[in-house]
């Protein structure tokens, strides 16, 4: 069936930065009442298309134009246009490199007591399985070809027609939800995990709030010194037991996901900032800029000094530049 966007929705760049926090925490505004919304993606840079992130809200990614590769913690999916991701949300997640003449794509974001919340019947937890019990080794992807991708893409189109009409009473917001349990509704009969979602749901909080005090101190201090005892002693817990809890949270180790943060934000300082490149290494926790260089450039494949560059000559092209539009739905 394929993706039709409706001529009302607009795709914008990419630029989240301003929203998140130094540990990648993306939070922006999201009505109380009805915890949803849909962006519509453009990606000016190819190699560096998106800044990891990972967020409260529940997440599914579908490629509109180009092929590409979306990271989750330590996984790589592949994905081109039409195939749809299922994020798992509280791991660091990017759109980390998509080529073609045009790059969009679009998120899905909403929280999970729209679907399902103390005192709902037990059977809508079944409408989460897909986000709460990914099982290791299958993909959390939909791609071309497979049994049910014309059901998932024709929820998604109606959801889409629904959502241009910019709900605001009760009865559009009503078919926006209608039309997002249509859509989980197909996600969970093709992936078809057990119903054990609601015990993950728990064990996911449960993680959350262990790890929360650990998350703030990287938040405040990921410049500092923090090894890998100091991270157990903040959690609470042994160094053994910290590493497997840790990895069973974000998907990746703790030294790599510290990596992580301070290179995205040194990537933001060199943005933002004329602070030179050695400062920037020091702020961001690197105490040889010739270690740094090394760790950038696997990240970004370009060094500090060539990334400033470039971003500060495409950053007007991203928020400006205008790109012919894909199949529209009148």
């Known amino acids: 069936m394929g993706i039709l966007i409706p001529r009302s929705l607009n795709f914008e760049p990419c630029i989240i930065h301003h929203w998140l926090d130094p540990t990648g925490h993306y939070d922006p505004p999201m009505e109380r009442e009805f915890p949803f919304f849909i962006k519509l993606y453009t990606f000016a840079d190819a190699g560096n298309p998106c800044p990891p992130n990972w967020h409260e809200r529940l997440e599914i990614f579908i490629g509109v134009a180009g092929d590409g590769l979306f990271r989750v913690g330590d996984r790589v999916l592949p994905f081109g246009p039409g195939d749809v991701i299922v994020v798992d949300n509280k791991k660091l997640h990017r759109t980390e490199r998509i080529t ?11 929280m999970p007591e729209l679907v399902y919340s103390l005192g709902s019947p037990l059977c809508d937890m079944t409408y989460l399985t ?9 993909d959390p992807v939909v791609r071309h070809g497979e049994a049910r991708l014309g059901d998932i893409h024709g929820a998604i189109n109606k959801l889409l027609r629904c959502y241009a009409e910019r709900p605001q009473g009760p009865a559009a917001r009503l078919g926006c939800k209608t039309y997002l349990l249509e859509l989980l509704y197909h996600l969970s009969q093709h992936f078809a995990f057990a119903e054990a979602a609601r015990s993950e749901l728990e064990q996911q909080q449960q993680r959350a709030r262990r790890l929360g005090r650990l998350l703030e101190t990287l938040r405040d201090k990921y410049g500092k010194k923090i090894s890998v005892a100091d991270a157990a002693a903040i959690a609470g817990m042994s160094e053994s037991r910290f590493m497997r809890y840790f990895r069973a949270a974000t998907g990746m180790t703790f030294v790599s ?26 702020q961001c926790g690197f ?12 990240e970004f494949k370009m060094t500090p000094r060539e990334y400033r560059a470039t ?6 092209e991203m928020e400006t530049s205008p790109e012919p539009d894909l199949a529209e739905a009148g």
């Open 287 to 298: 105490s040889h800029q010739s270690y740094f260089d090394r760790q950038f450039r696997a």
């Open 100 to 110: 073609g003449r045009q790059r969009r794509g679009i998120v899905i974001s909403f």
């Open 257 to 282: 996901y510290l990596t992580h943060i301070r290179l995205h934000n040194a990537a933001r300082l060199l943005k933002d900032t004329d602070l030179s490149i050695g400062e920037v290494a020091d």
């Open 130 to 138: 897909p986000f709460y019990c990914q099982v290791p080794g299958i």
């Open 311 to 316: 971003i500060r000559t495409a950053a007007p």
